[in-house]
């Protein structure tokens, strides 16, 4: 009677093939490390981008409808939300996306200045702070062209 020997090529090769499957497992859960923060003058590029996409694609076909304008903001906060921050502004940023968040909200443009205008000032005077100047951007007004 001869009884499998686990040394065998086949149970080594099997062992390896395990192992191998073990470690791609365990790497596929752990995702690719996080991507670094901007560095202030690629993130200064990349914001004024985005916000002037935005503004490009509503210019000259009069007043947006509710859902184009909706789709525009949708797209501005996705693009400024898969941004990385420098981390000196960071908390600018999240009240920034925050009222990006409460216009998308916003029923009316009276509802849009009362929930948004107060976290965009807000997020324009952390930005101004630390020396980034999105002031054009940032004016509640030219939000008036999303509602």
Not at 57 to 66: D, H, I, N, Q
Not at 78 to 88: S, W
Not at 119 to 146: C, H, I, M, S
């Amino acid at each position: 009677m001869s009884v499998a020997c686990p040394s065998s090529a086949l149970g080594i090769r099997g062992l390896g093939l395990l192992s191998a499957l073990l470690v791609l497992g365990l790497l596929a859960g752990c995702g690719a490390p996080p991507k670094p923060p901007l560095s202030k003058t690629a993130y200064v590029k990349a914001f004024k981008a985005a916000h002037t996409d935005a503004l490009d694609s509503l210019k000259g076909r009069g007043r947006p409808s509710p859902a184009r304008s909706r789709a525009v903001l949708r797209r501005l906060r996705a693009e400024l939300g898969a941004l990385r921050p420098p981390a000196d502004v960071r908390d600018a940023h999240e009240k920034y996306l925050s009222g990006l968040d409460a216009l998308g909200r916003s029923t009316s443009p009276g509802a849009a200045r009362q929930a948004a205008g107060p976290l965009l000032l807000e997020a324009q005077d952390g930005f101004v702070q630390r020396g980034y100047d999105f002031t054009e951007l940032l004016d509640p007004r030219l939000f008036e062209k999303l509602r």
